[in-house]
């Protein structure tokens, strides 16, 4: 299995920065995709930005120009760098695996989330 350990949440007055970062760790066989969902009370979850193995990044449209995804394939890591942030951002953000791990005799296709961490965005 792959566990996923976010850092970097906060609170931040509207207009400032924070980074998240999210490192995978387990039996990796391979990284397809990582990025960052959030989720907000009341409201579902939501993609915020992905990116894949060949650094492809998707955002979601409320973020684009503010938000910047990153990996850095070495350290199975990826990092959310949200600037000019708003009151509106202001959410759980969940960090997202798709790949494979190993399994005793081969492989397996899966999917893992974080536990969450918290952006609160002051106005």
């Known amino acids: 299995q792959v566990t996923l350990v976010e850092s970097g949440g906060g609170l931040v007055q509207s207009g400032g920065s924070l980074r998240l970062s999210c490192a995978a760790s387990g039996s990796i066989f391979r990284i397809d995709v990582m990025g960052w969902y959030r989720q907000a009370p009341e409201k579902q979850r939501e993609l915020v930005a992905i990116?894949?193995?060949?650094?492809?990044?998707t955002y979601a449209d409320s973020v684009k120009g503010r938000f910047t995804i990153s990996r850095d394939n070495a350290k199975n890591t990826v990092y959310l760098q949200m600037n000019s942030l708003k009151p509106e951002d202001t959410a759980v953000y969940y960090c997202?695996?798709?790949?494979?791990?190993?399994?005793?005799?081969?492989?397996?296709?899966?999917?893992?989330w974080g536990q969450g961490t918290q952006v609160t965005v002051s106005s």
């Open positions: 990116i894949t193995s060949d650094g492809t990044p």
């Open positions: 997202h695996f798709e790949g494979a791990y190993l399994t005793s005799i081969s492989y397996r296709t899966g999917a893992s």
